[in-house]
């Protein structure tokens, strides 16, 4: 396999999003917002998306959400999660559930856009063109010399953060992941954790000042797709010289998930994260990316108690999130 097929295979690389940050130039950075700006702020978003739009954008408050409704939305990637427990803000989003707007968050406006890897560079342009037509009843805060300004200095530029979300179970359990995550910092790439997935990285821009948008999403691709040649020659070390090794720890948390009665978060998100590793490794049948992609955002908390329609007791939890994999994983074969 070659590098660009690896970013190409939606079991290493999870998806792609891109952010482009900006302000409103007649009023302070979101931090000095008063309640009543940034209620206006909401209005002032929702009437230009939706002149944008021809009227297909709507404003979602999330002051009007419970902090299941949000945390679910953070879990999908919807919001960002500094916005769960932030009021007033609000999510503009409309037939395209891959573009979004979002209002009052760490800027005033971050146009979203979502998909999958390694499409960065489509994303960028889906997003630029909302931020155009925005631009028709918004004057965003600019500078000649600086580019668009944010609250954030690190975002003073572009204001564009382009990230991709990698699968990484081995350099994870070998603890290579540490030197790989400094060699991508002495180029400019933040590795972070996935809240919601186990052994899984988002690899972001640090900077934006002193580059255009194109260097950015190439300087991003290109250290995923040094990255996931790592961790590609990892495994294949790894069933070289420890054969059946790595299938029978596949078929076993695949057994497990397929019978157990309870299972925390916890236990949940390296379950999908061992059968993720196993379809990838054409050790498990059957597994499409979509399939894992579902299953991860079903037994999230936030996810299970807003399927159940009530608070869930820990035990009542477990159970629930149990059941999604008895569900899923029963109509799967149990040999290779």
Known sequence: ??????????YLALGAQVRLRRNVDDLPFSPRLQEAQALGLLHRAEDASKRASGAEMVLVPLQDLSPDCRQALVAQGLISRDMERKNPCGLIWGRDKGLELLVNGEEHLTIQAQGEAPDLEPLLKKAMVLETLLEESLDFSYDEEWGYLTQD???????????????????T??????????????VGIKMENTPSRKESYRLINQATLGMDEESIIHKVNEAAQGILSREMAWRQAFRRQHPGVMEDRVWRAMGIARCARRMDWEEGQLAVSQLRLGASQDILPGFSPGELMRLEEEIHPALLTL????SLSPQEEEEARARCFRRVLSQKPLED
Do not use: E, F, Y
């Not at 991709?164 to 350099?171: A, E, G, K, N, S």
């Not at 399927?307 to 009530?310: D, K, T, V």
């Open 153 to 171: 200095p690190q975002h003073i530029g572009t204001g564009l953060q382009a990230s991709v979300v990698l699968h990484l179970p081995l350099l």
């Open 307 to 310: 399927g159940a329609g009530r």
């Open 1 to 10: 396999m070659t590098q660009h097929t690896w970013l190409n295979d939606p």
């Open 173 to 186: 359990r070998t603890g290579q992941i540490k030197n790989v995550a400094a060699a991508a910092r002495r």
